[in-house]
């Protein structure tokens, strides 16, 4: 018996399917894609900046580039005023090339580049500092106009975080910022923190929040907190999730793999997006006493994110073009044009579990489902895209599509090679969705 994890409903992507448009692009670019709907970004932006409003909460939103390598995501947050987030000299110059100012840059990441704290400070970024020697080279490089940092705090409660200044490196920190004068704006305090529960980020925030009330008696600005990312993204139904757990074992997947629940993505999420924002702003930190906005509120203190996939949530979907199917006893084994490279999910040794969906122009028995598994084109036998046996509504022929839904939040490039020179999948940008005709598309740039 199959296991089936379809994602939710998306009348959007279903009328992106309906149109005919995927299998002309498949013919036209000749091998696998990505599409990308570019107004499901602006409106996951909204309800961020909603939620924040809704608490009355001062504070910006980062899109955190490294989710979707897209240039389209780019142009959007120029174009909606939202800042980036970005980790290299090559994502600062892609932001800055397409039209996102220096100063709505935030740049992470650990030991960074000479190049690029150089370039960051000379467009006016902020930059998060991780360690003292970074502080130093930054203020090595300070003048006339200061340099703008946050303090990154290491989270206690993950003692395996290689992010943050502990307690004693930050009270230096705070030192050295305070002795650099006008060198220096220390505009406040932020960390990283693996995991998408509520509870620890609205902790962790109150205590960033009374570091910057105790760095304003040394002088400093300190007058804002980045809580990072870590906003999850609900891609299936409870039930549906819940039922996957409980039965799913090595006779689901191809050759008996092994899973864990804890080796996937919680898949299904209470609380996500713009609502888990909500949640830390609601919650209380330690426990006890006012809320999270409260704090934050009369300590005057404006509260970064950092979201990636959060922002990406609907925001598009991978397409393979089927070109082999193989039968072997009890299930099918489906080949695409493309590879596994393309879904990240598998760098992690994980799944990337919402099913595909399968358009085809021919029919079929519909009361036969159709179970296989989805490997890629290359020649190593741990290439598959889908090692579970999918339920397919009828057998898959050559020239079927299969839609993985909801990828654009780091499956589609974050583990990308050109293995056997196979052509990386080209992302399309889809607009023109409200109106009754069809589609419009272009390459994204």
């Not at 290299?88 to 740049?107: C, I, P, Q």
């Not at 962790?204 to 910057?212: F, H, I, K, Q, S």
């Not at 992690?348 to 890629?376: I, K, Q, R």
Request: charged fraction near 20%; hydrophobic fraction near 40%; aromatic fraction near 8%.
């Amino acid at each position: 018996m199959a296991l089936t994890l379809a994602a939710h409903p998306d009348p959007l992507a279903e009328r992106v399917h309906a149109s005919g448009l995927l299998p002309e692009l498949a013919h036209g670019l000749g091998g696998p894609f990505h599409y990308l709907l570019p107004e499901r970004f602006d409106a996951n932006l909204v309800a961020f900046r909603g939620a924040l409003a809704d608490a009355g909460v001062e504070g910006r939103v980062y899109y955190a580039k490294k989710a979707n390598k897209a240039a389209v995501f780019i142009d959007r947050c120029a174009a909606g005023g939202a800042g980036v987030d970005v980790a290299s000299l090559g994502e600062l110059r892609e932001a800055l090339g397409h039209g996102v100012r220096g100063e709505d840059l935030v740049v992470t990441g650990p030991a960074k580049s000479e190049q690029l704290l150089r370039v960051a400070f000379q467009q006016g970024a902020l930059i998060a500092v991780d360690e003292l020697d970074e502080l130093d080279r930054l203020l090595a490089i300070a003048g006339p106009r200061p340099v703008r940092v946050l303090l990154r705090l290491y989270p206690p409660a993950q003692p395996r975080s290689r992010f943050g200044l502990d307690d004693e490196q930050l009270h230096e920190a705070l030192r050295r910022c305070a002795a650099a004068g006008d060198r220096v704006r220390m505009e406040g305090f932020s960390f990283h923190l693996s995991g998408y529960e509520v509870g620890p980020r609205a902790d962790l925030a109150g205590e960033l929040v009374e570091l910057c009330l105790k760095a304003r008696v040394l002088g400093l600005q300190a007058d804002r907190i980045s809580i990072g990312g870590g906003f999850p993204v609900d891609y299936v139904p409870a039930d549906a999730w819940n039922t996957f757990l409980a039965d799913q074992g090595p006779a689901h997947y191809h050759g008996e793999k092994a899973f864990t629940a804890s080796d996937f993505y919680p898949y299904h999420s209470p609380v996500a997006g713009a609502d888990a924002l909500r949640a830390i702003l609601a919650a209380s930190p330690g426990g006890q006493g006012a809320n999270l906005a409260t704090r934050l509120r009369e300590a005057g203190v404006m509260l970064l994110l950092e979201p990636g996939r959060a922002l990406l949530d609907g925001a598009g979907s991978s397409v393979f073009r089927v070109q082999g199917v193989k039968d072997r006893p009890g299930y099918g084994i489906v080949t695409v044009d493309g590879t596994s490279l393309s879904l990240s999910e598998q760098w992690f040794n994980s799944e990337y579990l919402p099913e595909p969906v399968l358009l085809t122009e021919h029919g079929g028995d519909a009361g036969a489902p159709y179970l296989a598994c989805v490997g890629g084109a290359s020649c190593l036998d741990s290439d598959l895209l889908t090692w579970r046996k999918v339920a397919f509504p009828t057998r898959l022929q050559v020239g079927d599509l299969l839609v993985y839904p909801n990828t654009a939040g780091y499956q589609m490039d974050s583990n990308e090679s050109p293995f056997h020179e196979l052509p990386l999948p080209p992302k399309v940008v889809i607009d023109r969705l409200d109106g009754a005709g069809r589609p419009r598309w272009r390459l994204d740039r």
